[in-house]
């Protein structure tokens, strides 16, 4: 039986991790989690804020997912929105979502977030 999602896969070319950091940390205010020793060889960063786990994981053929995504609920998604676009993250305002505000951002290698909020 299902009970919650325990974490977002995401993929990034071998050697991002510093620009990921900069992105996840930086950008979005996450914190950087240490991954098992096993998992660390392989490269890569797990990051957190709250209940929100994502894991960027290195992939050698990496392509950069453009419509697939995770959607990050968010408060306060004005100032949100503002934070991102003042550290130099794209932000593309959808409305097409009926009972939320919503953008979409990318991370340094391309990958697709939305960030929503209910009304």
Not at 16 to 32: F, H, I, K, N, Q
Not at 35 to 41: C, G
Not at 56 to 64: H, N, T
Request: glycine letters at 10%; proline letters at 8%.
């Amino acid at each position: 039986m299902l009970v919650a999602v325990d974490h977002v896969q995401l993929a990034a070319p071998p050697g991002s991790e510093d620009a990921l950091r900069a992105y996840y940390v930086g950008v979005l205010g996450m914190t950087e989690i240490p991954k098992p020793p096993v998992l660390a060889a392989r490269g890569g960063c797990w990051f957190e804020a709250g209940y929100v786990q994502l894991h960027v994981g290195m992939e050698q053929d990496f392509r950069a997912a453009k419509k697939a995504h995770p959607g990050l609920r968010v408060t306060r998604i004005e100032e949100y929105a503002a934070r991102l676009e003042s550290l130099g993250a794209p932000v593309t305002w959808d409305d097409n979502l009926p009972g939320h505000l919503r953008f979409y951002s990318q991370d340094p290698v391309g990958n697709r977030l939305e960030f929503l909020q209910p009304r």
